[in-house]
């Protein structure tokens, strides 16, 4: 299908369903997913978001931000991560436990408010990575429409800025419980240490980046165009004060940059 193919397709899959409850997290794709969803179902859609000790605050409160302009009726709710058993612990399954939590307190919002379908922003793309998540989406029946429409990232970036959405150039996102090594238990003061570390690096002006949490070390990965910004004498001894003080010991630069789902490397025959 073309591009607008792809579009139309997804407006009448929307339209079809009827009412829908978006789990909004304020990324490229379900702020995209919103958007049209809002455009042709109206007040019969809602945007639900779930802040846990994984979503960092700036997302958050970019999200409130994005999605007032939308218009949409914007529900947030907890749903934390680290009180499910199994979670902390870290297993390669571990978005299993995240989304069926998270796809559940979403399915109870809809149904008070006589919202019939669940979806979620997951895309074509997606389908050529690991992710556990999607067994708990079928499980709990909660729909893809991006994904059924074909959609790949760089077709809802080109759209989104389209729709002068301010997220079509948004650096790609994950949870901060993304950032560790599978079998390393996820604590609250790890995660609060990536997230100050990575706020730390954006505030300096660097936008695709992770910083994964290997115990006392923290690797950096940054995306292709800002390896020589960063490769500066004194820049990097700021960071790697900065780092320390926030309580690694060691600070390195991962010499393959920034990819998704860089902790699956290590999975095999998944």
């Not at 579009?7 to 079809?16: A, E, M």
């Not at 922003?121 to 999607?134: Q, V």
């Not at 993304?178 to 790890?190: A, D, L, M």
């Not at 609060?192 to 923290?218: C, K, P, W």
Request: hydrophobic share 35%.
């Amino acid at each position: 299908m073309t591009l607008q193919e792809k579009y139309s397709f997804l407006k009448n899959y929307i339209k079809d369903l009827g009412s829908l409850a978006v789990a909004y997290s304020g990324g490229v794709d379900s702020t995209f997913l919103l958007k049209v969803a809002y455009d042709v179902l109206g007040d019969k859609v809602i945007a639900v978001t779930a802040t846990s000790s994984t979503y960092p605050q700036r997302e958050f409160e970019e999200a409130k931000r994005w999605i007032k302009d939308i218009g949409a009726t914007h529900i947030i709710i907890e749903s934390e991560e680290l009180d499910i058993e199994g979670f902390t612990e870290n297993p390669t399954n571990r978005c299993y436990y995240c989304k069926k939590e998270l796809f559940h307190k979403v399915k109870e919002e809809a149904l008070q408010r006589n919202i019939q379908y669940v979806a979620d922003g997951s895309n074509f793309d997606d389908l050529g990575d690991y992710r556990p998540g999607m067994q708990a989406a079928a499980e709990l029946s909660v729909v893809s429409p991006l994904k059924l429409s074909k959609m790949t990232k760089e077709d809802i970036r080109i759209l989104s800025k389209e729709l002068d959405l301010p997220t079509w150039s948004k650096p790609a996102f994950a949870c901060l419980s993304s950032r560790f090594p599978y079998g390393h238990k996820i604590t609250r003061e790890k995660l609060s240490m990536v997230e100050r570390a990575e706020n730390y690096l954006i505030d300096l002006g660097f936008r695709q980046l992770r910083v994964r949490h290997h115990d006392d070390t923290a690797r950096i990965e940054l995306g292709e165009k800002e390896f020589e910004r960063f490769v500066d004498k004194d820049l990097m001894r700021q960071v790697g004060k900065e780092f320390k003080e926030i309580g690694f010991t060691y600070v390195t630069l991962d010499l393959n940059g920034y990819r998704t789902g860089s902790m699956n490397e290590v999975l095999k025959d998944i």
